[in-house]
């Protein structure tokens, strides 16, 4: 009784909260395990084939949806919380969004992209087959702390599922560390060839997780991604499972993942890394890939993941929550040869952390190419990301707190394209922004 009581009471806040205009992604579901703890388990008994989990600093969100689009488009029914609401209570609402009001459910596949932090809790009320894990970069310092905290924390929600199969990114030491874990069965992706100019960008994870010291590659794509070993210990880039080659950057993007060609038009040389972790984790569910490419055709990015938004010029929206993702987003914006202007907004609301000195870790000057028309800066921190700037040598043509402001007068100048940079709690403001404004996204 108190299972139905508590799906009733999540399904009335879920219509209550969409009547608001709020997106009810994870207040049902808190309110509903109040009433009863244990409905998250119940996802155990619903799925047929497969609970699927993601997690990372970057890319889960991208990641976890194009698996389920993936998997629909193969004609399964798969639950998924696309709307990135990562935690027990995010998990729990998807759950009892999907159950009728008699609490009934049957899903083929769970796809759950779950927060790092929260793991340990998650999976004590869920086991999942596969685990993906993209990435580990520093992000948000005053809720996570260093790299290493948020590693140990993984491990340890690791060491909760027996005979997991964990699909992990072999360019990343610090997501290759987890195969060494005695219950797992290890599957590695990667990119093996060089792609990038070997720039001398911030690599946050540089030192081996193994024995401390500094890891030597052979090249590296960005942050502590690449062809890495360590002369000390001996660990390395291990044998690439999913192996990327053939890598073509223009649009659309072409690549060959273990010899198949893709031809996928999406942006930012990351969103390969998010492709290949899905093409991996289906492989390793025994699921076909032959149609890798077509599976996908009907995949739309969540908010913010380079959504173009139409006006008199495209406007592109990116969320880039922390020194990787912002690294990323600016190589992105600079392979784009067009004129453009570029708007950036800072936060430091909950959600973002509170701390900003990770703009520091930002290679900001990257971003003065010689297609750069003006540059924007607004948010809640202007200022900091404007002195940032300062400290880096480049102009700031204008400092706003009026989001609505910066966007009109980037539509007025003479450039091709406006990039618009922003982070987490900035991203759905803005997006109500370019909606009201006229934009068709």
Not at 131 to 145: A, C, E, K, P, S
């Amino acid at each position: 009784m108190r299972k139905l009581l508590a799906i009733w009471i999540g399904k009335l806040l879920t219509i209550a909260g969409k009547m608001l205009g709020k997106k009810s992604s994870s207040s049902p579901g808190e309110y509903a395990l109040r009433i009863c703890p244990g409905l998250v388990r119940e996802l155990n008994k619903c799925v047929s084939k497969g609970i699927i989990v993601t997690c990372g600093t970057n890319g889960k969100t991208t990641t976890n949806n194009l698996m389920a689009t993936a998997l629909e488009a193969k004609g399964y029914k798969v639950i998924c919380n696309r709307l990135g609401a990562n935690m027990l209570n995010g998990v729990a609402t998807t759950l009892l969004q999907e159950m009728n009001i008699f609490g009934y459910l049957r899903a083929d596949y769970a796809c759950l992209e779950i927060d790092e932090a929260y793991t340990p809790i998650v999976f004590e009320h869920i086991k999942p087959d596969v685990m993906v894990i993209t990435n580990l970069f520093r992000d948000q310092l005053d809720r996570y702390g260093e790299i290493d905290i948020t590693s140990d924390i993984i491990r340890k929600a690791i060491r909760k599922v027996p005979d997991l199969k964990l699909v992990l990114n072999g360019d990343d030491p610090l997501c290759v560390q987890f195969g060494r874990e005695k219950n797992v069965t290890e599957y590695y992706y990667g990119i093996s060839e060089k792609v990038l100019p070997q720039l001398d960008d911030t690599k946050e994870g540089r030192f081996c997780p193994v024995c401390g010291e500094e890891q030597t590659y052979n090249y590296y794509h960005y942050s502590q991604l690449g062809d890495f070993y360590c002369s000390s210990c001996g660990f390395r880039r291990p044998k690439i499972d999913f192996e990327v080659t053939d890598v073509s950057l223009g649009t659309p993007m072409k690549f060959s993942v273990n010899r198949q060609k893709m031809e996928i038009n999406y942006k930012g040389f990351y969103n390969i890394y998010n492709l290949i972790a899905v093409y991996g984790a289906l492989n390793v569910l025994g699921e076909g890939t032959g149609d890798f490419a077509a599976l996908l055709t009907g995949y739309k990015p969540q908010i913010g993941r380079m959504e173009e938004y139409t006006f008199n010029k495209p406007v592109i929206l990116s969320l880039s929550k922390n020194p990787a993702g912002f690294n990323q987003a600016i190589a992105t914006v600079n392979t784009d040869k067009r004129k453009k202007d570029v708007i950036i907004a800072i936060n430091d609301k909950a959600n973002d952390g509170r701390d900003v000195s990770w703009l520091w870790d930002v290679d900001f000057d990257k971003i003065a190419d010689e297609n750069l028309n003006t540059l924007t800066t607004t948010g809640i921190r202007v200022y900091d990301i404007s002195l940032r700037f300062k400290y880096a040598d480049i102009k700031v043509d204008s400092m706003t707190h009026d989001m609505s402001e910066a966007v009109l007068a980037a539509l007025e100048t003479d450039s091709e394209v406006v990039y618009v940079l922003v982070n987490y709690t900035a991203l759905y403001p803005t997006e109500a922004v370019l909606k009201k404004l006229g934009g068709k996204a």
